[in-house]
């Protein structure tokens, strides 16, 4: 056999993609790498330049935290930055919490606010840049990081970056001090020039002027590194009209304003429009806020989690709130005892699940779930992530759908976002829409919107190519001796399941996960396999991943329990072409070792 050529061999700790400052994604290119990370050694902890961002906080926002430390701290002090001074709140609750020992001297927050807001400059008008810090002892740092990680509340790195800026140059200033006089000024220099996110045409070369632009200038303009966040609001709308479905044309921002909209796509639930839909700053912010207002909506009762699920939506319902009562395997017999439960008397705010789960992509009987819901009067919440309202339609049994945008509905790995969607038709839904509607701020920084708009324009035709690769992918592991199980939803057992909420032209998505018979096998199957390798799923570019030791490395006996096995390998497919990524898992294969070097 030929020597494979390595095209994917990113180093430790590098990005994914590659020198992008604001990746959403981590190289951890093998298996040794990645349990490395998880033991905390130093070889591999030391060139980590980024990580995924609820469970790395990126150097910038650490850098940010330090400033306002080192200018409002105590000797000994530490900060975790919010959005806002509810979400910072609810951050400083939960210390008080976890750690009763603490008082309010020593867990505080302070806001942070641009002075220049009194001078109307139109881009902090438009944008509205503030931090609110929770200042705490220290020692305590997990704590509020457990609480960072779990919520998916706290700053972006780019809102951090932007607001650092202004911090320094003395316009965001505490909010105690607002009455003293600032200096204006309008943010970072290159935030100031007036340009279009919406430069399409090549004649855009044209600065207005007749001069043609250099061109690095512009494809820097047109890339993200001047933004016109006056089109903020715009992209927001674009945005929930492409998770309501009705946006769904590949188009410049301008455009798909003055689009009609599309109708095949719209979610097909009665009375459902893009008022129904709710922007967060990461795919767990739309959770842990839907499991926040379920417990405000149907009083302190305990939730359901329903299946295997990601590990920070149990992780939620167990810390926040009465607890909650797990079930697994998300099996037909769970489902049982649950109804005995309520018959029984037993009530429950809320069940979620999600289709299909990762990383077995078994599918939930969200038929019989919305019969129970509606008879024992409690809510549905899907986690959609995963299935994609193109290829599969939730609404239907849910009362609330939730989605990482960070995904697939992004694709480009740079930036976080979350989806929250309410069903009209549900019988709590007025309930629900008063409850979000008092509650609800809109927390989503204005560059990521930017940013998220433009990298969606494309996601139905890239879904639709995600989806043909990952069956091919499917056909190849499945037909290997050396491979003990494949879990994708198309040759899952609760394919029926799935069947029932797929759309027309809908396919099974771009995720699967397998497991091999030996662990030597899946070891060198993993280090051999020449994609990049990495946290996160939904990537434009084929991102595989030991996940369990990854996700769960804490808790592996705990993973068997529930039928996941510590060695479980997951594939988020890309967009390659074909015919190579199959080669390239095929190749993979026929570097497993022989039986007698596994002796």
Sequence with gaps: MSPMVVENDVEVGESLPPATEHAVSVSLPTWRANVGYEEGEEWVISKMKTGYPRFFIHKIIQSFAKDIVESHGREGDSAMLFPTHATASRCRDFFFQQAPDLDASQVRILDFLPAAERARSDELSIISPRVSAVLFPQQRFNIAKTFWQHS???????????????????????????????RVCKGPR??????????????????????????????????GRNLDLSKTKNAKLAIRRRIAGSLTADVSLT???????????????????????????????????????????????????????????LKITEKFGPGSQFYGFGSSEELDDLEKQLEGGEKFAALFTEFPTNPLLRSPDLER??????????????????????????????????????KVFSGDSNVMGG??????????????KRTWNEDYEDNHWAEDSIFLERNSRDFVSRIDRIGANAEAICDVLSAHPRVK????????????????CRNPNGGYGGLLSAT????????????????????????????????????????????????VEADLIRFSVGLEETAKLVDTFKRALDALPGEEEQQ
């Design 190 to 223: 290159r935030y100031q020039k007036k340009t279009s996110i919406d430069l399409d045409a090549p004649e855009d070369l044209s600065n207005g002027s007749g001069e043609v632009q250099d061109p690095t200038q512009f494809v820097e303009e047109r890339f």
């Design 485 to 500: 199980q494949v879990n994708y939803p198309k040759t899952s057992p609760t394919r029926p399941f799935y069947e029932k």
């Design 152 to 182: 998916g509340d706290g700053v972006s790195s780019r809102r951090a970056e932007y607001c650092q800026q202004l911090f320094k140059e003395g316009v965001l200033v505490e909010a105690s001090t607002l009455n003293q006089p600032a």
């Design 255 to 313: 455009e798909a304003m003055a689009l009609d909209q599309d109708a095949t796509r719209t979610r097909p639930v009665a009375g459902f429009s893009e008022d129904d839909v709710y922007l967060y700053p990461t795919g767990m912010s739309s959770i842990f806020n839907a499991h926040r207002n379920l417990l405000r909506a149907k009083g302190q009762l305990k939730a359901v989690v329903y299946g295997f699920p990601y590990i920070d939506t």
């Design 419 to 432: 989806g929250l969607v309410l069903n009209p038709k549900a019988k709590n839904y007025a309930l629900l």
């Design 516 to 563: 091999f018979h030996t662990r030597p096998d899946a070891i060198a199957f993993f280090d051999n396999l020449d994609t990049v390798k990495g946290p996160s799923l939904g990537t434009n570019f084929t991102l595989s991943s030991p996940y369990v030791i990854l996700a769960h490395y804490g808790e592996l006996d705990w993973c068997k329990k529930w039928g």
């Design 369 to 406: 779930i919305r019969k129970l819901a509606d008879k024992y009067d409690f809510c549905v919440v899907v986690d959609e992530t995963i299935g994609n309202f193109i290829n599969v339609n939730v609404l239907q049994y849910a009362d609330v759908v939730v989605s990482s945008l960070t």
